[in-house]
């Protein structure tokens, strides 16, 4: 008999979980150690989705003057960056933005980035959550070990 | 009532399964060897299977003159000593130092057996890519590495020797233009021959391996 009332009780609770504005998090972010001379280098960044389809709109950071996204392709055995302006992130899903592969690309550093130290990174998405997160700097070899290759 | 039901349909359950029980099982058994035997195949989706450095050169690659990162002549044929070269440009911000950084694991795991086997960084990158720059990059990395630049065209005599391929890729990006290129890495050895080409998806021990057999 309890277990009718149960039921709908916990049905009720399923319902008020699904209220619960849609949230994305933001996990793993690192960034590359620059390569002197070069101004540039390579954030990474996984991207959980807990919410309806949204995407990757923009980043930025203090250290650098911009933020770009870029996709990396192999086709066949070269490799082909493209600047995008939204990564889409499935619904219920996530996005990974590691070496070897996608990532945010850091263009007019304003100071050397050394490994062990670390920066904030401000990711913004469609659906208006804009959030920063601290990213640690890795060195090149450790970075390579974490990558695809 | 309901109580003798739920009883009964245990029951039928418990024969159903008592007579399944070793089908069952048998059928895991042989999924597993499957699973088990698929294995080594799952490894190397893309690697070259063989690593065994053939007798005979390949019939492309060969010698060629660059400018190195301080600036002086650098003929291939007049090295008399073996290179892991590859092409890239500095202001690549993750295939090359991914590469750069694949070549370092290759070095260490070498240790001595590497003898004077040095990384050639060809840049296909002549406008942004001086000497200078190179040198000053190179010099980040734990990898025993020669720059080489030169003119645009004389780059591009390379890149169409070695088979590779590079496009300048102008999209807008504030980092100027980009270039999507191929990530070979070749294997020369002291006679300037190409011995061997290595693709991204060989892995640092599947190059260190090859690159001993030279030394043999």
């Known amino acids: 008999m309890y277990l009718f009332l149960l039921i709908p009780l916990v ?3 399923m319902g008020c979980r699904e209220q619960i504005p849609a949230s ?8 590359r150690q620059n390569i002197p001379p070069q101004r540039i280098t390579a954030a990474y960044v996984s991207i959980h989705n807990r919410g309806p389809a949204n995407a990757l709109i923009s980043a930025s950071t203090p250290v650098a003057e911009i933020a770009e996204i870029h996709v990396m392709t192999t086709d066949g055995n070269m490799m082909r960056m493209k600047k995008i302006d939204r990564l889409p992130i ?3 899903g996530s996005a990974t933005l590691q070496p070897g592969g996608n990532h945010l690309m850091l263009i007019g550093l304003k100071r050397d ?11 913004a998405f469609a659906n208006g959550q804009i959030q920063t997160v601290r990213a640690r700097i890795v060195s090149n070899p450790q970075m390579n070990a974490d990558g695809r290759r | 009532m309901q109580k003798i039901k739920v009883l009964l349909l245990t029951h039928k359950a418990r024969r159903w399964w008592g007579g399944r029980r070793c089908t069952l099982y048998l059928a895991l058994c042989t999924l597993h060897l499957f699973l088990f035997a698929c294995q080594p195949l799952e490894r190397t989706p893309q690697g070259d299977p063989d690593l065994t450095l053939s007798a005979e050169p390949h019939s ?12 002086n002549a650098f003929r291939l044929a007049d090295q008399q000593r073996p290179f892991l070269l590859f092409f890239g440009y500095a202001s690549c911000p993750d295939a090359c130092p991914q590469t750069l950084a694949r070549l370092a694991r290759v070095y260490a795991l070498l240790g001595e057996d590497a003898r004077d086997l040095t990384a050639l960084f060809v840049s296909v990158d002549s406008k942004r890519d001086s000497p200078e720059v190179l040198k000053t990059y190179l010099s980040h990395f734990d990898v025993p590495a020669i720059g080489l630049t030169g003119s645009q065209d004389r780059i591009d005599a390379v890149v169409k020797r070695y088979a590779a391929h590079y496009e300048i890729n102008d999209q807008n990006s504030a980092a100027g233009y980009l270039i999507d290129h191929s990530l070979y890495i070749y294997l020369i050895d ?14 640092a021990e599947e190059i260190a391996t090859v690159a001993r057999q030279l030394f043999r």
């Open chain 1, 11 to 13: 049905l009720l609770g």
């Open chain 1, 24 to 31: 994305l998090t933001i996990k793993n972010a690192r960034v």
């Open chain 1, 90 to 92: 499935p619904a219920n």
């Open chain 1, 113 to 123: 980035l050394a490994p062990g130290d670390s920066l904030d990174l401000t990711v």
């Open chain 2, 60 to 71: 492309f690659g060969g010698d060629f003159t660059l400018v190195d990162h301080d600036g």
């Open chain 2, 190 to 203: 002291h006679k300037g021959d190409l011995r061997f080409f290595f693709r991204p998806s060989h892995t």
